[in-house]
């Protein structure tokens, strides 16, 4: 392995933002400043590519350090993100500034969209033979990505999903009612999942989870809620905002489609809506005798960049993930994407390097065996091992024990 | 005044719940239980008034007096609440169990609905000459209760609708578009103005903010979202579930009325996704050269019982007004509501005891002065000195000087 030709560093951040993705950001910025001699200038594209192409950059020489650490505590992008699949012009205009401004490292935190566009450039360099390290920081809230054994930013909104269920249990406990939340995922199931964390005394909710990697049924979901509702008088139900029927048939059709092909999901309380709607029929129809109190929330963006309900561990892994890309370029390493493995018991991660192509395009879903047989529930006794080290502490939930039978 | 007839105390919770709705119940149950002599039995009448006629009690000698403070700093009604107002054959009901048990006072912690059933109790009793002590303890996260300064509940919401605007302001300012966010507050704006309290940079949003206290014009809205949106290429806005024409015609009919004749608002994404429909056929109409992309999310449940997301001050004033409450029946007084007056700068409060009828029935609006005069912004200088000690300190928000122009 070669030294690293010396030269400007670009950073970028691409996709949906996290709670977290700036630690990882200031983990390579402040890796980075270190090394002057090796980085002769560390530069932010704002906009990702995007800013790339344009010759839109922050220089990170003249922020004030200090701010540096409010910034890697702040949601969301601080250099701002783009949603823009890299394509052979674009690639050749990338080309072009980085040889201008001497850029010998690139560094790209986002998704699996974001490690394929990290790829193509990586591809590119070699072919023209031009000196690059090229390296993806894992982020996404999905946790889908694959290798690694969790995303950084997946904690961190797990936690805001896990601390709504306990909130919206409670309240759906004091007046009772059915209660569907759509949670945001579209492909992997690990977010919707991370409700079960909720679950603290009996009773608790959400009494049923749904996840994508698991064809939905309109006519299993109605009796499994009317079973919940019969037995306690209330029900509270976690549902992917990307469930589907078999062959991927879609459940809602809403429209509108961004360059990497994903539907619009988010931003939209339809399919909470059309589920509320379904069940009020439902029964109506099979318990006429009683009204029936059914609400839907979609938590939409707010799960994925919200001040203050951040995961402490997720937040330490995000700015490792930023460093550990600065230390493996520096080592020699010319190109990869960054991921975890756990190492010990009861919870200690090692990070390494894995190709960019292993990360790039596919996802990984949930494994089928931490979702129960009839696919409307997850395996808590595999699943919650796994998670609550990556969320951490949650809030204490008391509860009168004159209120368990009444 | 004579002093209070010894015999048991009844407890109750009604109306929807806050996350601190618990501190004020445990203030009450803790200050009642040092005073044995005089509160014979502590008594939590399960789902308010309801458990009172079914006699589904907690008896609070039972409970595990260390639990009793991680109830309290649990969110959501832990009595369980109701939404029922008190007809003439309840009061009866409800009569012949207070005689039946012996109890000589009562505590309804709730809002303006419940101030009137504590109401209609009170002068039940006093028509019965029956010696019983009636006290309205406030708790409502829209603020909208008469003569208090402010509402226990409504600091601990507001600091949730203010992070998740801080959130949401990054994410959009990240990925660019124009985002609608639907706040609770039938009545009135002070839920939906705090969103305010999120703007720490300039040009944060929310943008643009919408109160029920301003008859609200789609014309109007779509002109001023359009404005920002040339200006700035993205537009945050925060529009209140209570949103509605020239004398009160409704925008958006949902359906399903309570037995307090509310309207259903919350538990559907409908407003929202209606304001953004608007939106996409206006732009699309006046900025047809440009693809636009328009969210809206209904913020729902979470913003009134959000575990971890708690206003320290909000928690403490909540249990204040239970304490104060026990405090002024053994000091003679026999019905009230207990209310808060500033009393002090920087800041502090003091509780005093205002007649139930002052505080039932009608709520309180915004002041018009606190909102602009185009009716789609608060005036910042008159409300945030206001908001900001019921809040308390708000993460901090970091931003790259170098994205500042970029």
Known sequence: MKPITPGAVVIGQSGGPTAVINQTLIGVVKACLQRPETFTKVLGAVHGISGIMKGEFVDFALEDPANLEVVAQTPSSALKSVRHKATPDDCQKIFARFKELNVRAFFYIGGNDTAETTNIINEMAEKAGYDLACFHCPKTIDNDLRVTDHCPGYGSAAKFVAQAFMGDNLDNRALSGIK??????????????????????????????????????????????????????????????????????????????????????????????????ILKKHLAKVMPEKKHRIRADTFGYLQRCFPGVVSEVDAREARLAGVAAVEAALAGVRSGSIAFKRTDAPYAISTFVTPLPTVAKETKPMPRELINAAGNDIVAEKLLPYLRPIVGQLPAIGQLKGTQKA
């Open 180 to 277: 569907v939340n759509i949670v945001m995922g579209r492909n992997a199931g690990w977010l919707t999942a991370a409700s079960a964390l909720a679950r603290v005394h009996p009773e608790d909710g959400p009494h049923l989870i749904y996840c994508p990697e698991v064809d939905f049924s309109i006519q299993a979901f109605c009796a499994d809620v009317e079973a919940v509702y019969r037995k306690l008088g209330r029900c509270v139900i976690a549902v992917s905002e990307g469930i589907h029927g078999p062959n991927g048939a879609e459940l809602i059709s809403i429209g509108e489609v961004d360059s990497h092909g994903n539907k619009q999901l988010s931003g939209s309380g339809a399919l909470g809506d059309a589920l509320a709607d």
